[in-house]
C-alpha cells in the first residue's frame, strides 16, 4: 500500500471518529433539558465517546471509535413541584449534561474535522500533481 493510500485511511478514519464526536455532543446538547417521562423517571443520561487506534504495520494507525458509553455521574435535582416528572416531594431529576462542556467539545470537534478535512485536501493535490508529472 502506498504512502497516500495510508495517509487517505489514516485521515478518513479521523474525520469518522470526529463526525461521530460531533454527533454525540449534539445529541447530548439536544436533551440537555430532557426528564423522564414518568414522576421520579430517570432522564437522559450524558453519553460519551472514547477513541482507540487500531494498528497496522501497512494501514499505519488508524482512528476508531471504541465505545460511546453512559456517563455515570449523578442526575442533577431540582425543586419543580407541578412538573410531569417530578416525585412525590416536587424533585425532578434533569440529564447529567453541562452545556459548557458539550459546547466546548463541539468546537474542538469541529477543528478537528476541518483540520483532517484540510489534509485530506493536500492528499488529493499531492496526487493531482504526481499525475501532472506523469503526463508531461
Known amino acids: 500500500m502506498d504512502h497516500l493510500s495510508i495517509a487517505t485511511r ?25 426528564t423522564g417521562h414518568s414522576p421520579g423517571a430517570d432522564p437522559y443520561a450524558r453519553k460519551l465517546i472514547t477513541f482507540d487506534t487500531d494498528s497496522g504495520q501497512k494501514s499505519g494507525s488508524l482512528v476508531r471509535v471504541r465505545s460511546i458509553d453512559v456517563d455515570s455521574k449523578p442526575f442533577r435535582v431540582e425543586l419543580r413541584p407541578g412538573h410531569p416528572a417530578a416525585d412525590e416531594k416536587g424533585f425532578v431529576k434533569l440529564p447529567n449534561v453541562d452545556t459548557i462542556i458539550e459546547i466546548a467539545d463541539l468546537k474542538e470537534a469541529g477543528r478537528s474535522y476541518q483540520a483532517n478535512l484540510q489534509t485530506m485536501r493536500q492528499i488529493r493535490e499531492l496526487v493531482s500533481m504526481t499525475l501532472d508529472l506523469l503526463k508531461g
Not at 489514516?10 to 445529541?27: C, F, H
Request: hydrophobic fraction near 45%; glycine fraction near 4%.
Open 10 to 34: 489514516i485521515t478518513g478514519s479521523a474525520l469518522y471518529a470526529q463526525s461521530v464526536r460531533m454527533k454525540v455532543a449534539s445529541e447530548n446538547l439536544a436533551n440537555a433539558e430532557s
